[in-house]
T-cell receptor
Framework: EPEVTQTPSHQVTQMGQEVILRCVPI?????FYWYRQILGQKVEFLVS????????KSEIFDDQFSVERPDGSNFTLKIRSTKLEDSAMYFC????????????FGSGTRLTVV | GQQLNQSPQSMFIQEGEDVSMNCTSS?????WLWYKQDPGEGPVLLIA?????ELTSNGRLTAQFGITRKDSFLNISASIPSDVGIYFC????????????FGQGTTLQVKP
């Protein structure tokens, strides 16, 4: 079964530092997403990405966040200057189309900002 | 913004019992999804519903897409200990960006 792979599984960073979370989506998927889940809360949409550009972003996805597809396989989320409230699980997902067919989540990166 | 109201928030049941949980929204969704999340893992898709009124089963799981397109339910029959986890509903609207809106989750505990 194809998987969405995320690295690292856990990242601890100092407040104010930049972090890059990495994802390898399923190879034939065209749509890529990042979601966030603060401990004990629901999963929240951050951003969707298609054809090398952001197609939608939430109010959470402010100027401190950016996404990139630097090559044909990786999809990254960068947080420029982390804050304590950025501590959360970050999930990458990908889908074949904008509809949900084949929408698959990775296992997540736990980001802890200290 | 759009919100999904999921209930109940948690359930503690005996093995073998049936379980029902539901989601409602003030907005219309074109697609409803039900996910299960185990601790430290990402959501795993259980059932996807694409048409209003659709009733779909996956083993012991049954889900329905409400006629009004504003609600959905998930039933689990004859629960077993490995059903333990958090169940989330998620909806997708007419947006062509693929964005999913998640409910708050139902935590299910099953007593053997």
């Amino acid at each position: 079964e194809p998987e969405v792979t995320q690295t690292p599984s856990h990242q601890v960073t100092q407040m104010g530092q930049e972090v890059i979370l990495r994802c390898v989506p399923i190879s034939n998927h065209l749509y890529f997403y990042w979601y966030r889940q603060i401990l004990g809360q629901k999963v929240e949409f951050l951003v969707s990405f298609y054809n090398n550009e952001i197609s939608e972003k939430s109010e959470i996805f402010d100027d401190q966040f950016s996404v990139e597809r630097p090559d044909g396989s990786n999809f990254t989320l960068k947080i420029r200057s982390t804050k304590l409230e950025d501590s959360a699980m970050y999930f990458c997902a990908s889908s074949e189309m904008y509809r949900v067919h084949g929408y698959t989540f990775g296992s997540g990166t736990r980001l802890t900002v200290v | 913004g759009q919100q999904l109201n999921q209930s109940p928030q948690s359930m503690f049941i005996q093995e073998g019992e049936d379980v029902s949980m539901n989601c409602t929204s003030s907005s219309i969704f074109n697609t409803w999804l039900w996910y299960k999340q185990d601790p430290g893992e990402g959501p795993v898709l259980l059932i996807a519903l694409y048409k209003a009124g659709e009733l779909t089963s996956n083993g012991r799981l049954t889900a329905q897409f409400g006629i009004t397109r504003k609600d959905s339910f998930l039933n689990i029959s004859a629960s077993i200990p490995s059903d333990v986890g958090i169940y989330f509903c998620a909806g997708q609207n007419s947006s062509n960006t693929g964005k999913l809106i998640f409910g708050q989750g139902t935590t299910l505990q099953v007593k053997p």
